[in-house]
C-alpha cells in the first residue's frame, strides 16, 4: 500500500461510483461498545450477522472485530465470511472504512494516466481502486462528536486498505464520513449542509473549498446541497438516512405526510431542493418519497442496557430515534433494508422492491442497530469492483 | 473459512509442499517484546525490515504487527508489503503462523476427492491450499516454555487462515511449531526427538501417535528422526535450525570440525541418522555439510538490554546463542540467509548459492534476530501457490 498526499483522485483519474455499481466485497465491523449497544450487544451483533449473511450471498463480506471479540465473532458468523482483527472504537464502517474510487483500465488507456507504480508490481492485479482515509473525529469531535477517543476508528481506513493491498489517499486534514455522501456515479453528490457545514467538522473551511475537496477526491462535478436530514439525527443529519440514489437521476427521500411531524418540514425543504436541482449530466432529479415509519422511542427497559458515556446516560427513555427505511446497503443481488416491525415496512418494501426490480430485497428488523445510532448503510461499505 | 475437525489433509488429498515448490507468498510478524528483543527491538526490526524487503522481491509478504505496532510496522516495512493488525505474544511467524497443505487440481480430479465445499463459494479460488492450526504453548508450556501466556500466538493460525480466506483444520491437540519440522514434499518429513518427544510438548503420546499426527496432517509417510538439534537450542532443539532439505533427497545438515565443542557429537549423531535413512521415495539422503559460525555469545550490554521475564534475567552475559546458518528461508526467487560477521560466513554462503543454482542468495546479518532465540527461518512461514 502506498500512502498518497500530493496528489488527487481526480488528478489520477480515479472516481467513487455509485453503490449500485458491481461489488466485489463489502465491509462491516462487528458491534461491542456497551454505552452504544444494548445489553452487551448482544441482540445488535445477531442483527449484524443477519446484514451480514444476506450480503455474503452475493459478495464477499469482512468482518472487522476487535482482539477480545474475534473468537466471538469468528463462531457467530456464517463460514463463506472472512473476520479479521482489527481494532476500533465502535462499528460504523460506513463512517470510517475507506471511501474507494475507482479507475477504469479503458479510461487509463485512454487518457493516458497510467503511472509508474514503483514498488507495487504485486499489487497490479487491483490496482483500479484506490481508497479514501478522511479525517474522522467521531461526528464532531469535542464539539458535538459521540465518544472519545475515535483514534482507533480513524486509522481503520488506513488499514482496511492495506490489508486489501489498495494504495491510499491521504486526506485526514478534512473530516468526512462516508454516511454523509451519496453520489450517482456520473459526477453528482448528495450532502447535507447541516452535516457538511457542521461547526464540529471543518470550521474553518468555507462551503466552496468543502465542494472543491469533494470534488478533487470524488471526481465529481456537481454537488446538491439538502438543508438538512433525519430529525433527531446525531450524525448531524446525514445523508444517507435522509436520501440516496437508485440510479443516477433518481433519488428516494424519506418521507411523511404529517404535518406536526418535525420531519414533516425538513422532508420537505429537502424536496424543494431536489425539484430544483440539476445533476453532473443536466438531468432533473426524479424523487421517490419512501414512508417513514411512525416514531421509534427509547424504552426505559433498552435505557437501563446502556452504560454512561462520559457523565450522562447515553440515551433517555422516550427519546426518539432517527429511524428512515433510506438507510439500505445495496448489494450485488440484493437490498438490504431495515424493518420497524411497523405498519409502513411492507409498503416501504414494495416501493424498494419496483425500484430494484433486479435485486431482492430483504428487509431485517434493525431496532437493535437503530439503538446504536445509525442504520443498516451505517455499518456497510462497499469495496467497487 | 471453515474450520475443519472431523477429517485430516491426508483423507483429503491435502499434503504439505517443500519450501523449495513455489509460494504465493510469507507471513512474518513485527517484533516488539521487550524480553525478547533487546533494547526495545529498534535493531531486530531494522533486521525483520531487511528480510521481508528481500523477500517481497518475489513474494507477497503479509507483516502482522500488534495494534500499538501497526503504524510504526507500516512506516518501517516498504509499501510493496502488506502490514495487518494482529495480536501476538511474539515474532515467530514459522512456529505459530499455520502450517499450509496443497491439493493438486489433477490429484483431486484423479482420485475423485473432490467434495461440495458449502458456504465457500466465495472461496473456490483458493480452495486449493489450507491451514492447520497446531496446538501451540511456547515451546514447552509450563515444564519448559519460553514465556506465558501464549494465547495470542496459539490464535494466529486461524485469525492467519481467516485473512486468507482458507479453510483450517483444527489440530490444536497436538502441540507442534512450524519449525520442528521440514518436509521435502515427495512424503518425507524431517523432525528431531529432542523436540518431538519433549515433555513439554505431547507428553502421554507415544512416538509412533506423534508419527501418525504427522502423516495425517502433512500427508506424508515417512518421519527421519534425527536425534538432536543445535547446542542451547532453546526450542527443545528444533530441527530448522540444524538440517533442511534443499531438494528431494538432499539436506544441508549444521557442522563443525571442532571436537571440543558440544555441537560436534551432537552434528555427528545427525549424520549417522542421516547415512542410515531412506526417503519416501526409497532414496539414501544425501548430505551438504554446513560449516557453523564460532559460537556468538551474549554481551553484558546486550543483556542489560533486556527486559527480565518471570523473576529473572532473560540472557546472561556469555550465554551461547544457538547461531546456525541452516535457519535460512527459501524465497521463490532467493535465499535469505543470516551472516554473523564470522569468518564462515562467505564460505556458508557460496555453499548454499551452490547448492540453489537458480536463486540469489542473500546474507542478513542476523545477531539481532539471534537474541531472540532463532533465527529468518523462524521468523517466516511460506504460503504455497
Request: negative net charge; proline residues 6%.
Amino acid at each position: 500500500m502506498r500512502i498518497l498526499k500530493d496528489t488527487t483522485p481526480m488528478a489520477d483519474g480515479f472516481h467513487m461510483p455509485a453503490e449500485f455499481e458491481p461489488h466485489r466485497g463489502c465491509i462491516m465491523i462487528f458491534p461491542e461498545r456497551a454505552d452504544s449497544w444494548q445489553y452487551g450487544a448482544y441482540a445488535a451483533r445477531k442483527a449484524f450477522v443477519q446484514v451480514a449473511e444476506v450480503i455474503s450471498r452475493s459478495e464477499q463480506v469482512t468482518v472487522c472485530a476487535g482482539a477480545a471479540q474475534y473468537d466471538n465473532a469468528r463462531a457467530m458468523m456464517p463460514p463463506q465470511i472472512r473476520v479479521v482483527e482489527m481494532s476500533n472504537n465502535d462499528a460504523w464502517a460506513r463512517d470510517y472504512a475507506p471511501t474507494f474510487v475507482k479507475r477504469d483500465i479503458d479510461d487509463q488507456r485512454n487518457q493516458g494516466l497510467r503511472e509508474a507504480e514503483p514498488g507495487c508490481e504485486n499489487n497490479a492485479g487491483v490496482s483500479e481502486i484506490r481508497g479514501i482515509d478522511w479525517g474522522f473525529n467521531a461526528w464532531g469531535g469535542l464539539l458535538d462528536g459521540l465518544y472519545f477517543p475515535w483514534d482507533k476508528d480513524n486509522a481503520m481506513a488506513r488499514k482496511l486498505c492495506d490489508l486489501l493491498a489498495v494504495d491510499v489517499y491521504d486526506k485526514r486534514d478534512f473530516i468526512l464520513e462516508g454516511g454523509s455522501i451519496h453520489v450517482d456515479g456520473e459526477g453528482t453528490c448528495l450532502v447535507t449542509e447541516t452535516c457538511l457545514l457542521s461547526a464540529g467538522r471543518n470550521p474553518d473551511m468555507s462551503r466552496e473549498e468543502i465542494e472543491e475537496n469533494l470534488r478533487q477526491y470524488l471526481g465529481i462535478s456537481t454537488v446538491i446541497w439538502l438543508p438538512c436530514g433525519i430529525y433527531q439525527d446525531e450524525t448531524n443529519e446525514h445523508v444517507d438516512n435522509i436520501c440516496a440514489f437508485v440510479k443516477p437521476g433518481e433519488v428516494v427521500l424519506a418521507w411523511t405526510e404529517d404535518e406536526n411531524d418535525p420531519q414533516y418540514a425538513m422532508s420537505k425543504a429537502c424536496l424543494e431542493t431536489l425539484e430544483q436541482a440539476v445533476d453532473a449530466k443536466g438531468r432533473k432529479i426524479k424523487v421517490h418519497k419512501l414512508p417513514l415509519p411512525r416514531p421509534v422511542t427509547m424504552t426505559a427497559e433498552e435505557c437501563e442496557g446502556l452504560d454512561a458515556c462520559w457523565d450522562e446516560p447515553t440515551r433517555r427513555p422516550g427519546e426518539r430515534l432517527a429511524a428512515s427505511y433510506v438507510n439500505f446497503y445495496i448489494a450485488n443481488k440484493h437490498v438490504v433494508m431495515p424493518g420497524f416491525n411497523d405498519p409502513a415496512d411492507e409498503r416501504a418494501k414494495q416501493i424498494l422492491q419496483e425500484l430494484f426490480p433486479e435485486r431482492e430485497v430483504v428487509q431485517i428488523y434493525a431496532r437493535d442497530i437503530l439503538i446504536g445510532g445509525g442504520n443498516i448503510h451505517c455499518i456497510t461499505q462497499q469495496i467497487p469492483e
